[in-house]
């Protein structure tokens, strides 16, 4: 085993610290008895049950989190495809895919809300929707999961690949058994990019949610003219909460497959051997 | 020279040798593995490509026509008379202290969040062990609350009578609270804590592939420490740097909440001149000429800051 | 027209503050409490704070105002429905600004036709009109700002208002009965109103300023708010200069883009978030909207708020329906509950905007009537200037010279 870097470790903890830090606030303030989110006044748990009564709240949370599920789900599994393709494949007009994947992280928030706006107007009279959110959210994230992937795919050895398949193995087979494991912290750290991305998304959401698909930014954003009150960081508290366990225990139970495919997969990731 | 970097940055023509490969293949052909036939190509690419042009491309030529019209009565959109006006009205120099303002803040935050990211990440992979995933996911959590929260806190951090004021006074380093919020300093710290997931993630993808008995040979071949990071490590991890860097720096060219909650009065970026054109002057064709010149700006400018990058690493 | 208090308000004033601080609510709080526990109980211990202090006149004219208003509100109140009153449709989709609306107003329409109302909030005018588009984009009812009523008209986004369903009409003050944004009140109805101003910490701004020029005060460099909305910036500096508010002449308006750009190295922040440009104290002195006083003090009760002595601006909004509304009869009953005096009332003491119902302000909370920064006196609102669409051309100069100021 390597020995510890104490300096890179103890920088490792300020950087944590770091990106805490506004979360330790933030869920502070939440029990803050005045309305006012920046001056503390007193000690209070009212915020949480409030917050359950706050219908419209509660809608918005829920629109957001599903949303993010179906965005994250679909541009998760359409995004690797496109970055294994343009990492592994040699087709013409590659060049031009390499950038048609750059273009939307490229455009401005609000050319590609409004685009959408008037798109789906003109295409299905949509006025904005569950749908056509969830349908926009999917767009942009597709770029992200493609590039984190390709990254990495870029990177594998394509002959652990064919050895697989001089061993008789299906293409599928190959895929399955040998990039996909390889490829897999991509694709976990695509779709955690994708998760965080539509589930604070602002400006594309508000061109296209319709009535009674209202997100959690929007409801958040548009607070902001009468000040944020505790309620907002009471949820976003429960929200941080709730993703920390089932992180938690999604990750306990992964774990256990992680080691047995370790070892088939993974010979790089042995330190120490020559 | 030994080793020969895999290149993973972008519109490479074909794939660059393994690492493994290289070495036995110095300077030799390139060995592509085509994956399978081309129901498999398909399969891959079609659904990216098909959605992204209709959901994306169509929609945003939609646009783009329409910043060739002009404004019509009642703010309408008229595409009468199709021309280049909104295009010339949008080189009027007097954006350019905006989009400066942008760039800079783009380019700081792009070199903060690597040069913070890049140890964490490297940490992560090396020291994380078990808890690889778990230590990744942590990073992420706090990304999972409102964009909006988390920067409304670093008000409650930077203000005038806000925590890191308060310490100060209270340890005597200074009488008058320092005017931290609301300035340059505001505005980068709050994008750089934004986007730093953005550039850790890929950059601990990369790094995490990266075979430590590479390392180690340098080493044993008498390389110090430090050698062995420029030649080996960083090379190797270019990929992800790139990846990185991209994800850093697009994304901040276009934030315009961040410098509009942490900012001040000088502070405002090309991204919020955009949205106002469209919102405020309810101007659509000549907010979308600007919106489609900040996007080539973009786009070519990073196209061009990469060329160089993958260059530097050899061999392409 | 006097914005210091004269002894007895203070008085007033600081008992009720001291009143509320001992027991940690604010003054909506108590106004809820009035109302449940009647009056007296309230108001027992302020007038015992202020009587055995100065002997003073307003405690009592206060008190018994409202111990009357906790009354009359088992008395029949101006509030008529049309008849036969129409059967609405099951939903009402309402578009408008967060906590714009008092709290109870909603539910009691629920409660009282059985309608099911689809509440969603927008963060400013801009955002929320380009989602209206020309129809109101799937929701019914809205909250336009009166001057872009004009535009929306001519567009033909808006439904021409049955007046028969809004018998609450009657209720409006005489001098909203034909406002010049929308004559006769055929498509839309008024909201609130408010002016614009200036509030300053009186900790950090020891002397008592009277005009704006006071945001230009080089004593509080960097201590500056102003607000992220050009026309009302413009307003208040042309209004300094001595010219119209909406004016025309690009020379002047040059002149106030000149006087704008050396105002900006002191500025600190714009932005449309009056309540916490002030109670963050970052900011010493700031350009706000009146009503917003209330909830800055809510934080930072040393705020105080004034109108420029050389004059500002005013403004309101309106309640209207789109062209394209899918359930017309809920939204004239809606406009029409608003319109109901207890309801408007209700509006006031929640927001604490001012709205225009005259019959409202029997049961409006004292306090706020009585605030020179909500309720101004009529003879300094009627000299206050309004901001006007500018139209296409116009808007583009203005904007343009806001850009040169960085924006």
Redesign the interface.
Known sequence: M?P??RW??A??VV??V??????V??IL?SFN???????W??FTLDWYPTLFKNR?LLDAVSVTLRVALVAVVVST???T??G??L?????RG??A????????????????G???L??FF?AFGG??SFGQLA??H??FC?S?V???V???A??????L??AARDLGAS?FGA?RYITLP?IR??I??GA??A??LS??D??VT??N????S?T?????????????TPE??AI?TI??AV??VA??VA?RL??RRDDETLVVAEP?AE???? | MAVEPPIGGLATPAPGPSDIDAAAAAGGGRRRAPIGNRLVSGILLVPGIAWLLVFFVVPVAMIFVVSFGSRGPLDSISLEHLSLDNYRRALDPVFLPTLLNSLRYAAATTILSLAIGYPIAYWISRYGGRNKTLLLIIVMLPFWTSYLIRTYAWQIVLRDNGVVNSILMAIGVTSEPIILLNTDFSVILGMTYGFLPFAILPLYVSIDRLDPALVAAARDLYASGRAAFLHVTLPLTMPGIIAASILTFIPAIGDFVTPDILGGSETTTIAKVVQELFLQGRDWPYGAALGFMLMLLTLGGTLLAIGPLRREVGGL | MTHEHDGSTIDLEQALDRYLLERRITRRQLLERIGAVGAAAALAPIIAACTSSAASPSPAPSASAAASAAASAAAPSPSAEPTPVPSPEAELNIYNWTEYIGENTIPSFEAKYGVKVNLDFFANTDEAYAKLGNDGGGYDLSFPISVDIPAFVAKGALLELDKSLIPNLKNLGAEWADPKYDPGNAHSMPYMWWTTGIGYDTTKVTDTPTSSKALWDPRYAKHIGMLDDYQEVFGLTLIQLGYDANTSDLGQLDEATALLEQQKPLVRVYTTNTREMMSSKDNWIGHIWGADIYTIQESNENVLYYIPEEGGVKGSDTMAVFSGAQHPIAAHLFINHMLDAHVSADNTNFIYYMGPNAAAKAFIDPAILSDPSVNPDQEIVAKLQELIDLGPELRDEYQKRWHQLGR
Not at chain 1, 33 to 39: D, K, V
């Open positions: 390597k510890r870097n890179l470790s920088y490792a950087v944590y770091f990106l805490f830090a506004p979360i606030v933030l303030f008895s005045s309305r006012a989110n920046f001056q006044e007193g419209r599994v359409i995004g495809l496109l294994l393709a990492a592994r494949v040699r087709f590659r060049a895919a390499e950038t048609l994947l750059l273009v939307p992280m490229v455009t401005p928030e609000i050319i590609m409004l685009s959408l008037v798109f003109a006025r904005g349908l926009a999917i767009t597709i992200y493609a590039i984190v390709r990254a990495r870029a990177g594998m050895n394509p002959q690949e064919e293409a895929f390889l912290p991509a976990v750290s955690l990019l998760f965080a589930f604070d602002y400006v508000t061109f949610a319709g009535v009674g209202s959690l930014p929007l409801f958040i954003y548009s607070k902001v003219k009468f000040g944020v907002i960081n976003s929200i941080v993703t920390a992180v938690l990750w992964n774990r790089e330190p120490g051997r020559p």
